[in-house]
């Protein structure tokens, strides 16, 4: 099978840092869609965060240690090598010339009830197909209502366990030395606990 026949996701993030939710999603997502492979991406200039705390370096080697045991996760660096503002539509558009087919975007479901405040955000629902996995008890159908004037393909949501779990309830359960045993993968769980707490 050629690379330009493969079926393929994005899963985008700051990953400040990477938890056991995100590669929850990730299985879910690869699982469902019968992805050939997933690209995670970090966020290099993540217009919509007023600063990440690790590094882009960091959170990459993070990422890849993360994701070891999954051959079908591939990190990427391509916001970083672009440089400037992560913008999502410019990420989509690059694989999907690459590939020649759209991409299965990943998205939570907070970032589809925020995604009109997205840069060009009417193209990228017109260019990608999105898939949202939950993180509210109810869906916010609301958010998906207020778009079916803007997209053309569908909003895929995944059946997946409700995703509570955060990056920033990790950074601050270090800064007030509580245990976040469980929350990040062990592979990198004592790296992760040093960075906060030097850098809290």
């Known amino acids: 099978m050629s690379i330009k026949s493969k079926k393929y996701g994005i899963f ?3 990953f400040d840092p990477i938890h056991n939710g995100h590669l929850t999603v990730a299985a879910y997502a690869l699982e469902a869609l019968e992805l050939d492979f997933l690209y995670i ?4 200039n993540p217009p919509h965060k007023e600063r990440v705390k690790a590094s882009f370096n960091k959170r990459v080697e993070w990422l890849r ?7 079908r996760a591939v990190i990427s660096t391509y916001e970083a090598e672009k440089g400037g503002p992560s913008y999502t539509i410019d990420t989509v558009r690059h694989f999907s010339k690459k590939h020649g087919t759209p991409p299965y ?7 589809l009830k925020n995604i009109k405040s997205w840069y060009r955000f009417q193209e990228l629902l ?5 898939v949202v996995y939950p993180r509210y008890k109810r869906r916010a159908s609301y958010a998906y209502d207020s778009l079916k004037s803007y997209e053309k393909r569908g909003i895929i949501f995944l059946n997946a366990p409700l995703i509570q779990l955060s990056a920033t309830e990790i950074r601050h359960r270090v800064e007030t ?6 929350m990040v993968p062990e592979s990198i769980l004592l790296e992760v606990i040093a960075f906060y707490e ?3």
Do not use: M
Request: proline fraction near 3%; aromatic fraction near 12%; hydrophobic fraction near 40%.
């Open 41 to 44: 991406i970090p966020a290099f």
């Open 126 to 130: 017109k260019e990608a197909f999105i």
């Open 177 to 182: 030395k509580k245990s976040i045993l469980g």
């Open 12 to 14: 985008g993030g700051s």
């Open 105 to 111: 975007l990943i998205l939570g479901e907070d970032s």
């Open 198 to 200: 030097r850098n809290f």
């Open 65 to 71: 240690k993360a994701f070891t045991s999954e051959k």
